[in-house]
């Protein structure tokens, strides 16, 4: 499963509610070599952004393993 944010986040930290991320085992930034940190609350998930992003119009995030990642229900 991607995330994909359409614009540069105002800071380091993102949190994804509307997805259900109890079952993510890895989370990577496309176009990034290093590791970066991130935690689950809840079933959300907060992901701490590195300093230095890509220039891209879209920042792209890969939330693994794809088959147990799904989005919430309303």
């Known amino acids: 499963v991607y995330a994909v944010l359409l614009e ?3 800071t380091r930290r993102v949190q994804l509610r ?3 991320a109890s ?3 890895d989370v ?11 935690e689950i609350d809840g079933g959300a998930l907060t992901v ?3 300093d230095h ?7 792209a995030m890969r939330l693994s393993p794809g088959d ?3 989005p919430r229900r309303p």
């Open 48 to 50: 701490t952004l590195p």
């Open 28 to 38: 990577r930034v496309l176009g990034v070599n290093a590791g970066i940190s991130w």
């Open 68 to 70: 147990t990642v799904r």
């Open 8 to 10: 540069t986040p105002p």
């Open 23 to 25: 079952g993510v085992d």
């Open 53 to 59: 992003l890509p220039v891209t119009p879209a920042l």
């Open 18 to 20: 509307d997805v259900d």
